[in-house]
């Protein structure tokens, strides 16, 4: 089954770059999307297929993918993004697969 | 805008068998298959299933086979979980939410969350 691996806990300072790591064996080669999820909420799209974001999604995250790394970036990080950030591909064997989750936190 | 609004907590016991149910609102129910994902305490996100709102076509990952059930009720534009014989590790927030229209298979909005606790 495919996996994917995300650090546990990613910390920034306010109005600093944040990126998160999702790794996973030839993950450029599919489409990464990227979710966030605060406590008592629902989970919200940020970014799908790589590098696009939802109209409602702030221009100062953004993402890429290439090799065995996707990369979810948040330029300028604000309180509000704090939450658990997810990657999730479509893998022709293991169905919809996510990786493990990381928290973000803005200090 | 578009809404998914899901059934509130519930509390079974092992074995017992448990209905969730998640209504959606702003857009074409039938246009977009509805997946069902759950999130255990201190765990990741696990995919479970999805229908076809459409047709009522479900799709099941292996580990739920045989007790799990997705159904829906177009009259109502309601989706539904029935997973059966309930373990203790079936506790968890169970989501449903709906997949884009966009062929790269990610979900576009989802539910607010389900809790739903297994305890003797």
């Known amino acids: 089954s495919y996996e994917m691996t995300q650090p546990l806990s990613v910390s920034v300072a306010l109005g600093q770059t944040a990126r998160i790591t999702c790794g996973g064996n030839r993950i450029g080669s599919y489409n990464v999307h990227w979710y966030r999820h605060k406590p008592g909420q629902a989970p919200e799209l940020v970014i799908y297929r790589d590098d696009n974001r939802p109209s409602e999604i702030p221009e100062r995250f953004s993402g890429s993918n290439s090799g065995n790394t996707a990369t979810l970036t948040i330029t300028g990080a604000q309180a509000g993004d704090e939450g658990d950030y997810y990657c999730q591909v479509w893998d022709s064997n293991s169905a919809w697969v996510f990786g493990g989750g990381t928290k973000l936190t803005v200090l | 805008q578009v809404q998914l609004v899901q059934s509130g907590s519930e509390v079974k016991k092992p074995g017992d068998s448990v209905k969730v149910s998640c209504k959606a609102a702003g857009y074409t129910f039938s246009a977009h298959y509805m997946f069902w994902v759950r999130q255990a305490p201190g765990q990741g996100l696990e995919w479970l299933g999805r229908i076809n709102p459409k047709t009522g076509g479900t799709s099941y990952a292996q580990n739920f086979q045989g007790r799990i059930l997705m159904t829906r009720d177009t009259s109502i534009i309601t989706a539904y979980l029935d997973l059966r014989n309930l373990r203790s590790d079936d506790t968890a927030v169970y989501f449903c939410?709906?997949?884009?229209?966009?062929?790269?298979?990610?979900?576009?909005?989802w539910g607010q969350g389900t809790l739903v606790t297994v305890s003797s």
């Open positions: 939410a709906r997949a884009s229209d966009d062929p790269s298979n990610f979900f576009d909005y």
